[in-house]
C-alpha cells in the first residue's frame, strides 16, 4: 500500500510567509523619510545658495548680498559701485510663507521699496558676515535659516 503525496505548500507554511512579508513591509514603510515639504526645500535651496554667495564673493573678491522681499529672494554683487544681479537661481517663496528677517541681533521690514538691487543681507570678501536669521513661517512649518559671523549657515526647524 503506498499513499500518494500531493507536493505543494501548506496552508500554515504559506500563511507564515505572508506574516514576514508584511512585517518586513511595515519596516521599510516605517523607515521611509517622509517627503519634505515645499518650505523644507526652499529653506534647504536657500542655505546652499548663501553659502555659494559667501564663497563667491571670496572667490571674486567682492562683496555679494541676497535681497530678501516677502515674495523671495535674489543674490547681488558689487561691482564699479553698484550692485548687480549674480548669476545665482532666484527663489520664491511657498504660497502662504512669512518670512522674518533678523540682522545683527535687530528686527528688519521686508519690503519691496529697497534701492535698486540692494541686499538684506551681505558676504565680505574677507570671509565675514554678520549675523543674521531668515524665520520662515509656513502652514505646517516654521524654519529658521540662520548665519554666524564665522560664516556658518545653519537650517533649524523651529517649535
Partial sequence: MTQDRQAGFTLVELMVV??????????VVLNMP???????????????RLRLAAEESIMAGE?????ITPE????VIYRR????PLDLPS???PEGAVVRL????????????????????WFDPLGNQMS???????????????????????????S
Fill in 102 to 121: 533678523v540682522r545683527d541681533r535687530l528686527p528688519v521690514e521686508l519690503t519691496e521699496n529697497l534701492p535698486e538691487n540692494s541686499p538684506s543681507i
Fill in 81 to 84: 559701485g553698484h550692485w548687480l
Fill in 132 to 158: 543674521f536669521s531668515i524665520d520662515i513661517s509656513g502652514i505646517d512649518d516654521n524654519i529658521k535659516v540662520s548665519g554666524e559671523e564665522n560664516g556658518e549657515i545653519i537650517v533649524n526647524p523651529v
Fill in 18 to 27: 505572508i506574516v514576514i512579508i508584511g512585517m518586513i513591509s511595515a519596516v
Fill in 72 to 75: 523671495g529672494y535674489a543674490f
Fill in 63 to 67: 562683496l555679494t548680498g541676497v535681497r
Fill in 91 to 93: 527663489g520664491q517663496w
Fill in 34 to 48: 517622509s517627503p519634505a515639504s515645499d518650505l523644507e526645500q526652499e529653506t534647504e535651496k536657500l542655505a546652499a
